[in-house]
C-alpha cells in the first residue's frame, strides 16, 4: 500500500507558469513510485497567471484541499492605481526600474513586512489545516516547493509539531537572488535566520537545479552536504498537442513566458538589426512569436526596433497551447536575466523546448548550466547576451540551414529522454523512501 506526503504548495492549477508544472507532474507520478500525495494548496490565489485547463491535468483520485490566504498584491494595485486578477510583470521591476514615490514606499514595505515574502499572510492558517491534515490522512512524510518561500515555513512549523520527515523543495535560491527585495539589514538579517532554519531542519533538500545546492551550501558551509539533492526540471510528453511541424512562410522564432525587468529581448533586436544593416536579413523575412506576458519596457523595445513588424505578441495562453506554438516554429527562443547570477539558472522552460524538440536559440551566460545542457543534448545554441556578434550569426546559420533544407540543429534524443518528468518524481519518490526508511 502507497504511504501519504502532504505536498504543500502555493503555485498550483488553476495557476499557470513552469512553477505549476513541476509540482502537478509529482502529484501526478508520485503514485507510480509508493507515494499518495494529498495537496494543501491556496484558495483564490493571487497568481502571475492563471491557466484553468490545467485542473483537469489534476488526478481525479488525488485529494487537494485549499486554503484562504490575505493577499496583500489587491491593497497594492489599488495604492498604485492598476487593475488586473493578476500580479503585474511590471511590479518586479530592479531597483535602477522603479520610479515614483508610490513604488519606493511600496518596496520598501515588500522589504520591511512582508518576510520572507507576499504570501506571509497564509503561514498561520495553512499550518494550522498541514497538521490537521497529517492527523487526519495517516501522513508519512511532507514535502514544500518554494517559491514561495511561506511554503517552507509551514513545512518547518509542521515538522516541528508533528515530527514527521520533510522534504523541502526548492525552485530558486531564497536570500540574495535576483527576486529578493533590497532589505535593509533587520529584515535581510530575520530572511537569513529563516532561510537557515529552514536548510538546517528539513530532512533532505530538493532542488530543481544545481545553482541552488551551491548557493546553498556556499552562503552555510556547515550544513550537512548529503542532504541536497539535484532533481532537474523536465517535460512530460503526454502533455504536447498532437502537432506536427510544417514550414512556415518565414522562418519563425518562438518564446514563451514571460519577460520583463532584466528579462528582454535586446540582443536579439540588436542582433537583428546587424543582419539588417549588413543586408543579411531584411523583416519580412523573418517572423519573432512572442507568447505570454511582458513589461512595458519590452514593448518599448519592440516599438523603437526596425524589426517592430516582425513581431507578433500573443498574450498568455493555456500550457498546451503554447506548446503548439513552439511545435510550429523553426527555432525556440529562450532568454534567460542578464546578470551574473544567472549562470547557474536552469528554468524549467528548458526542458519543454527540449521535449519539444525544435532547434533552441538561448540567450544565456558563457559557461552556463544551460550551455551544457545544450552541449550535452546538442539541441541548440546558447549565447551570452552581450555577443550580439555571436547571436547574428547563429541566426544567419539557422536560416541558410532553414532555407537550404538541412537540419540547423541534431538532438541527441536518448540524452532529451533522460528529462521526462516521470524520471523525477521517481528521484523524489527515492528522497522519502530514505527519511521514512
Known amino acids: 500500500m502507497n504511504r501519504k506526503v502532504l505536498v504543500i504548495a502555493y503555485h498550483f492549477p488553476p495557476g499557470g507558469g513552469p512553477g505549476v508544472q513541476r509540482v502537478l507532474k509529482h502529484v501526478t507520478y508520485l503514485r507510480q513510485f509508493g507515494w499518495t500525495p494529498i ?11 492563471r491557466d484553468e485547463s490545467l485542473l483537469v491535468k489534476v488526478p481525479a483520485d488525488v485529494r487537494v484541499v485549499r486554503v484562504p490566504i490575505i493577499e496583500p498584491y489587491t491593497l497594492y494595485r489599488k495604492f498604485m492605481g492598476r487593475k488586473g486578477a493578476a500580479v503585474d510583470v511590471n511590479v518586479n521591476k530592479s531597483s535602477d526600474q ?8 511600496s518596496e520598501f514595505i515588500r522589504a520591511t513586512f512582508f518576510i520572507p515574502d507576499a504570501r506571509i499572510g497564509w503561514l498561520r492558517a495553512a499550518t494550522r489545516k498541514a497538521e490537521e491534515l497529517i492527523h487526519e490522512e495517516g501522513i508519512s512524510a511532507i514535502y514544500t516547493s518554494s517559491p514561495p518561500y511561506t511554503c517552507a515555513l509551514i513545512g518547518r512549523n509542521a515538522k516541528r509539531r508533528t515530527g514527521l520527515p520533510w522534504v523541502a523543495g526548492f525552485r530558486d535560491p531564497w536570500t540574495e537572488f535576483l527576486t529578493t527585495p533590497d532589505r535593509w539589514w533587520l529584515p535581510a538579517w530575520i530572511d537569513r535566520r529563516m532561510e537557515r532554519s529552514v536548510f538546517s531542519e ?3 533538500v530538493e532542488c530543481a537545479w544545481q545553482g541552488i545546492v551551491d548557493d546553498a551550501l556556499g552562503k552555510y558551509p556547515s550544513l550537512d552536504r548529503r542532504k541536497f539533492h539535484h532533481v532537474p526540471n523536465g517535460f512530460d510528453s503526454a502533455d504536447f498537442p498532437n502537432v506536427a511541424y510544417e514550414r512556415n512562410d518565414v522562418f519563425t522564432i518562438t518564446y514563451t513566458g514571460s519577460m520583463y525587468g532584466r528579462r528582454t529581448p535586446k540582443a536579439l533586436l540588436e542582433a537583428l538589426e546587424r543582419l539588417r544593416v549588413q543586408q543579411q536579413l531584411e523583416p519580412a523575412q523573418i517572423r519573432l512569436r512572442l ?31 503554447s506548446m503548439a506554438y513552439l511545435m510550429r516554429s523553426e527555432m525556440s527562443l529562450l532568454i534567460v536575466d542578464d546578470a551574473k547570477e544567472s549562470a547557474e539558472i536552469v528554468p524549467g522552460k528548458v526542458y519543454e523546448y527540449l521535449g519539444v524538440g525544435r532547434p533552441i536559440l538561448a540567450l544565456a551566460p558563457r559557461h552556463s548550466a ?7 543534448t546538442r539541441a541548440g545554441f546558447s549565447l551570452p547576451q552581450d555577443d550580439v556578434v555571436g547571436i547574428a550569426a547563429a541566426v544567419k546559420l539557422a536560416i541558410d540551414h532553414w532555407n537550404s533544407g538541412e537540419a540547423i540543429a541534431d538532438p541527441v534524443r536518448s540524452e532529451v529522454d533522460r528529462y521526462e518528468r516521470r524520471e523525477s518524481a521517481r528521484q523524489l519518490a527515492h528522497i522519502l523512501d530514505r527519511i521514512c526508511s
Do not use: C, N
Request: glycine share 8%; proline share 3%; hydrophobic share 40%.
Open 39 to 49: 495537496v494543501l494548496t491556496v484558495q483564490d490565489g493571487d497568481f502571475p497567471a
Open 98 to 105: 522603479r520610479s515614483g514615490w508610490k513604488e519606493h514606499l
Open 202 to 204: 528539513a530532512d533532505q
Open 291 to 321: 507568447v505570454g506576458r511582458f513589461g512595458d519596457e519590452v514593448h518599448q523595445m519592440i516599438d523603437a526596433s526596425a524589426f517592430r513588424s516582425s513581431v507578433e505578441l500573443i498574450g498568455y495562453v493555456p500550457h498546451a497551447e
Open 370 to 376: 544551460i550551455e551544457r545542457l545544450l552541449q550535452e
